[in-house]
């Protein structure tokens, strides 16, 4: 139950890291504006990097082994386990997008031109390398 209850409290600091980067690098919107006003690409890279983040996350539970003696060392350590799983997730994504879609502006595309197919590419790379990383 306590893992669990930490998945869900990294999960949720990771939803609101997200919506705080938005704000920073796009100032003037929040990210909920973008999803109340109907914004499909967007709703679809949002929710590609939520799913993707709980697989990632989901696999740090692979990394610590549960052990009936110290509850808070193996708490800590699958809290580093997962913070560090989830940054992971971050870097291989951002290289992934590059890789993908070289030279194409995400901001303008899923902001102004709200491309439903740039958003669900983006989606979709967040959710692929969160499976793979589920899996190792």
């Not at 919506?19 to 929710?47: M, P, V, W």
Request: proline fraction near 1%.
């Amino acid at each position: 139950a306590g893992c669990y209850a930490l998945s869900q409290v990294m999960l949720t600091c990771a939803t609101i890291a997200m919506i705080q980067i938005f704000k920073f690098k796009h100032e003037g919107r929040s990210s909920e504006e973008e999803l109340r006003s109907g914004n499909i690409a967007y709703a679809l890279t949002f929710a590609g990097r939520i799913i993707g983040t709980a697989l990632a996350i989901a696999m740090a539970t692979h990394l610590v082994p549960s052990e009936d003696t110290d509850f808070n060392a193996m708490l800590i350590g699958w809290a580093v386990a997962s913070f560090v799983v989830t940054v992971i997730l971050k870097i291989l994504s951002t290289v992934t997008e590059k890789i993908i879609m070289y030279n194409v502006d995400f901001s303008h595309e899923l902001l102004t031109q709200r491309n439903i197919a740039a958003g669900a590419v983006r989606g979709v790379i967040y959710v692929s390398l969160g499976l793979l990383l589920a899996e190792i």
